[in-house]
């Protein structure tokens, strides 16, 4: 009789005549032209054969407890510290290019050094901490509650993991759209290590390392990674005087080059360290520490378009009104160098389209008070401690306990892209957050494998700003407080060495408290004192408060040794809160939490003794009180604004593909395909009153994302490998903002391709490697922000042009 192998203990268990025979009809209706099955598991098998002519095998922990990613019934993309270096993948956001239905990105300069994250069409673009992510983020099983401190370095890293839709009741609060979680590499005494150095354009140079050291043999372990970088940025800021010299515009360049500096550089340190104690074989304690410091500039940004939300013919508002000059008319702006709207006049330099005329200096501030200047920076100052206990109880029961402490502290200024600073904004904001988690992990014999826990959030965030809008100044220190407290039990049962069922269920309870605090700048026309206008919001508390209960349900069923299939319903939410940024009393809104029901199925399969692995998965999300936010208000008045608001009711539709071929030795092809289709069932009061209609689409939902890379090592003989590897990703146009207005706020389609050339030597412990990225030097927009409500103006984020780098490794 064939046999299956058994995930649970690593077994092979019997195969039923009647399971055997279904697992042949369904692999037949699948179209999986499998071989019969072995008289050997799959990794058994495995470990007799050349392993680098089959798929690798991947651990992953996504149910609280080791199993291979094929049978692990969730839609997964799990990568490993070894493929993040061969796609040349240094920061978070890079590694969604190959991930279906994954938009991760750097926020533009208006929300700083953060995230923007959206799994399934699901997640928040906004990065004030009163707004929760709608994906979860985890590093080493710590929570990272805000989008801002985020934007990670992927620093020696053993694998990630990205889990496609809502994970409420494994990763708990603000999965609702799915969850990342980051795996640091863990000390094991084996004294290695590595050392790189890269070089690059733009002046990149970086270094990075890690080593490995054994403390007290068999017991005590520690591990050190660190890396620095330092990139000029790719956004030129130019004085518009100096390089237009009949402009009645003040001029601030000190050189003739009339360069002011750049925006998009980078520079940061950042390192780990991870000591491990194993006392006993039943027992390890793990402390983790962490710190980076990041004094980048700002985000890059250029202006795109000067006008009314009239649109095109429609002049701007007065503040670009300069000596009875309009400055934003029908035919554009002076300012702007580039536009996909029509409306631009390029210059003479080199690529227009990455120019700004930003001098982040204001000096004709409109309440009277004196000229004033901002940094040009995208700072964070961030640090973090966890402490993690692993204990086996007994044979069939594990405890493991997480405690962490995380702090940063975040500098970032924001403006238009123009001389004028008709929106010049610096902030200074600082967040605190303490997580506790529990979890007790068992087996009932071969039946029942089970984990319950508790987790426990309390965080402090403080956020000072000073604010010019072409109508209003003013500066703000708002305070949010929040406690988060939840318990959470996932079981499986093993019907038979095939089926399983699996349930889970989370209880939370959050609460949270907005102070407001309006302040007058210094010497403005009021002494002072805020703006009338803003002054009842000064001491004004919101409150909010809620539980929620998510619960999974899945049915997987083992056909054979090479598939797997899997149905499940499971739900997640986003808590609600307050409006982080009313402008006006009126807008000093509360909105609800946002919940989604998905159906799921799905099938992992490994074909041809392993040289092929297809996994897919189709999905329907009934999505209620969405939250997006909007630009005019449904109040009076209704500009400036920026309200998070409950939209109303969609569905979202899709499907994922991943695969992974080894067709010879030394010859890897993987690819993925999502599709996404968002429809608005319908539409709320408030929604209606900020301008959201049915034919809209949510931020972020993208119909189309495909990616296909390959590498190919070859064998050099006593010279070593050589292995050229080359990736391609594309994806669909998408809207930035809720209301869409096309083409304002559209993000239009990209294909990029990258390159890497990798030598090794035969005892690899040297290697080289150059790479390209972006090899056409594709232009486009990472984002768009569509503000004329607010400054009549429109800044579009350029992304990165082609570059090139060189890369020397050594291991040891």
């Known amino acids: 009789m064939e046999r299956l192998f058994d995930l649970k203990e690593g077994r092979v268990s019997r195969l039923s005549t009647g399971a055997r025979w279904s697992g042949s009809l369904a692999a037949l209706l699948a179209g999986l032209a499998s071989p019969a099955l072995a008289q050997e598991s799959p990794i058994d098998s495995a470990e007799a054969a050349d392993e680098a002519a089959t798929v690798e095998e991947i651990v992953v922990t996504a149910q609280f407890r080791e199993q291979r990613l094929q049978d692990t019934p969730i839609s997964i993309t799990a990568v490993t510290g070894e493929m993040l270096e061969a796609r040349s993948q240094t920061s978070i956001a890079q590694v969604a290019a190959q991930a279906p239905n994954v938009n991760l990105q750097e926020a533009p300069a208006t929300y700083g050094p953060s995230i923007q994250a959206f799994i399934r069409g699901v997640g928040q673009s906004d990065s004030t901490f009163a707004l929760e992510p709608g994906v979860g983020l985890y590093v080493d099983d710590v929570y990272y509650s805000t989008l801002q401190g985020s934007m990670l370095e992927l620093l020696d890293l053993e694998r990630i993991e990205i889990l496609r839709g809502p994970q409420g009741t494994l990763a708990g609060q603000n999965s609702i759209g799915g969850a990342i979680r980051l795996y640091s590499r863990r000390p094991d005494g084996d004294d290695g290590g590595y050392v790189q150095a890269t070089y690059g354009r733009f002046q990149r140079t970086e270094l990075r390392g890690a080593a490995d050291f054994t403390l007290v043999p068999d017991q005590l372990f520690a591990r050190i990674s660190g890396t620095a970088v330092n990139r000029e940025g790719y956004v030129t800021r130019y004085d518009y005087r100096c390089t237009h010299p009949d402009s009645p515009i003040r001029s601030f360049a000190t050189s003739n080059d009339c360069v002011l500096g750049t925006e998009g550089g980078k520079s940061y340190v950042a390192g ?69 709207y029509g409306n631009f006049a390029l210059d003479t330099f080199t690529d227009s389209r990455f120019v700004s005329y930003e001098n982040y200096i ?145 209880y939370s309870d959050i609460t949270k408290t907005f102070t407001y605090a309006r302040l007058g700048t210094p010497g403005n026309i009021y002494g002072g004192a805020a703006p009338p206008a803003l002054a009842p919001l000064d001491g004004l508390v919101v409150e909010f408060s809620g539980d929620r209960v998510d619960y999974r349900a899945i049915v997987q069923y083992r056909w054979s040794d090479q598939l797997m299939t899997y149905a499940q319903v499971a739900t997640g939410f986003k808590s609600g809160g307050a409006n982080p940024r009313p402008f006006f009393p009126s807008q000093a809104l509360s909105h609800d939490p946002e919940v989604l029901t998905a159906y ?121 490998t050589l292995t050229p590897r080359l990736d391609v990703s594309h994806q669909s146009p998408f809207f930035a903002q809720a209301i869409n207005r096309p083409p304002f706020n559209r993000v239009e389609s990209r294909t990029l391709a990258n390159a890497r050339l990798t030598y090794r030597d035969p005892g690899r412990d040297w290697q080289v490697s150059l790479e390209v990225t972006n090899l056409t030097d594709e232009f486009y927009y990472d984002g768009i922000f569509d503000n004329r409500g607010s400054t009549s103006s429109i800044q579009g984020r350029p992304g990165r042009p082609r570059e090139w780098a060189i890369t020397l490794r050594r291991n040891f």
């Open 362 to 506: 204001n000096s004709e501030p409109r309440d009277g008070t004196a000229p004033y200047s901002v940094p040009s920076e995208n700072s964070l100052d961030t640090w973090g401690v966890s402490g993690q206990l692993n204990w086996d109880v007994t044979g069939n029961l594990s405890l493991t306990s997480i405690s962490a402490y995380r702090h940063y502290n975040a500098i970032f200024s924001s403006a238009e892209s123009s001389p004028l600073n008709t929106s010049l904004v610096t902030n200074d904001v600082t967040h605190r957050q303490f997580t506790q988690e529990l979890r007790l992990t068992g087996q009932v014999g071969r039946l029942i494998d089970y984990t319950v826990g508790g987790f426990y959030l309390d965080s402090h965030s403080e956020g000072g700003s000073r604010v010019q809008l072409t109508t209003l100044e003013f500066r703000q220190t708002d305070d949010v407080r929040q406690e988060t407290k939840a318990a959470f039990a996932n079981v499986e049962v093993h019907v038979t060495d095939a089926l399983s069922l699996i349930g889970g269920l989370r």
């Open 600 to 720: 799921e199925v799905g099938f992992k399969s490994d074909m041809f003794d392993r040289l092929l692995r297809l996994n897919a998965s189709a999905f329907l999300n009934r999505y209620s009180d969405i939250l997006v936010s909007v630009a005019t208000c449904p109040t009076v008045p209704a500009t400036p604004c920026a309200l998070p608001l409950n939209a109303g009711e969609a569905e979202l539709r899709g499907f994922e593909l991943e695969a992974s071929l080894r067709p010879v030795a030394g010859l890897l092809i993987d690819a993925s395909l999502g599709y996404l289709d968002f429809e608005y069932k319908s539409i709320s009061a408030l929604g209606t009153s900020a301008g959201i209609t049915l034919d809209m689409d949510a931020p972020f939902v993208q119909e189309w994302r495909w990616s296909i890379g390959a590498q190919y090592e070859i064998d050099l003989g006593s010279l070593g």
């Open 272 to 340: 780990r360290a991870t000591v491990r104690w194993v006392p006993r074989d039943d027992l390890e304690f793990l402390v983790i520490g962490d710190v980076t410091r990041d004094d980048s500039e700002s985000a890059p940004s250029t202006l795109l378009y000067v006008g009314s939300l009239a649109g095109p013919g429609t002049p701007a508002t007065p503040p670009y009104l300069l000596d009875g000059v309009q400055l934003g008319t029908p035919a554009g702006s002076p300012f702007i160098t580039y536009s996909p």
